[in-house]
């Protein structure tokens, strides 16, 4: 019991740390339910998001479906085609591919760290000034030991997006023009 009492502290400050930042950060922070109605699934075997965008065509994207993982790796992304064969190469790949495609006309325009830096960039996309909805999850929240940092994924903002957050989450406290380190 003694050698569990240190991990339930440190696991309590942790969760409570990303709690805390719900309310005071410029990201928001949301849930496992509420990032479930972004269509991001949060779990002890990571973070994964798999969507097709039905505006594809009239957005100029390449592709129509959108998906990521997170796990003991930082981050994999995939765009690709109803026609493409997905692999799979291990068992987040398998997590992923039996996964429900969600069908949001909002999706991830960049997904990276809060200094900016980026994983997944698709802001080629942006206009100029552009605002987008930066989104962060606790990796702490996920089963690895090694992932005690935060991964924010910045949405397209759309109507749908925002009838998808719950009421009570103000969208304007958070939108922003993404700042991108490596650009």
Not at 7 to 19: D, G, Q, R, T
Not at 80 to 89: A, G, K
Not at 112 to 129: A, E, H, I, Y
Request: glycine fraction near 2%.
């Amino acid at each position: 019991m003694k050698n569990k009492t240190p991990l339930l502290i440190i696991a309590a400050i942790l969760l409570l740390s990303c709690l805390y930042k719900t309310n005071t950060s410029e990201f928001l922070f949301l849930n496992k339910e509420q990032l479930k109605s972004l269509g991001i699934t949060l779990s002890d075997k990571g973070v994964f998001y798999k969507n097709y965008n039905p505006n594809w065509k009239l957005d100029h994207e390449r592709y129509p479906y959108l998906g990521f993982q997170s796990n003991k790796i930082y981050l994999k992304t995939i765009q690709y085609d109803e026609s493409d064969t997905l692999n799979v190469n291990n068992k987040y790949d398998s997590i992923f591919l039996k996964m429900e495609t969600t069908s949001y006309d909002f999706y991830p325009i960049l997904i990276g760290n809060p200094k900016g830096d980026m994983s997944f960039d698709n802001s080629v996309k942006l206009t100029q000034n552009q605002k987008l909805l930066p989104v962060a999850i606790c990796m702490s929240e996920t089963k690895f030991s090694n992932r005690k940092d935060t991964l924010i994924v910045w949405f397209k903002v759309t109507e749908s997006l925002k009838k998808a957050l719950p009421q009570d989450i103000k969208i304007d406290d958070y939108l922003q023009e993404p700042i991108i380190k490596n650009k």
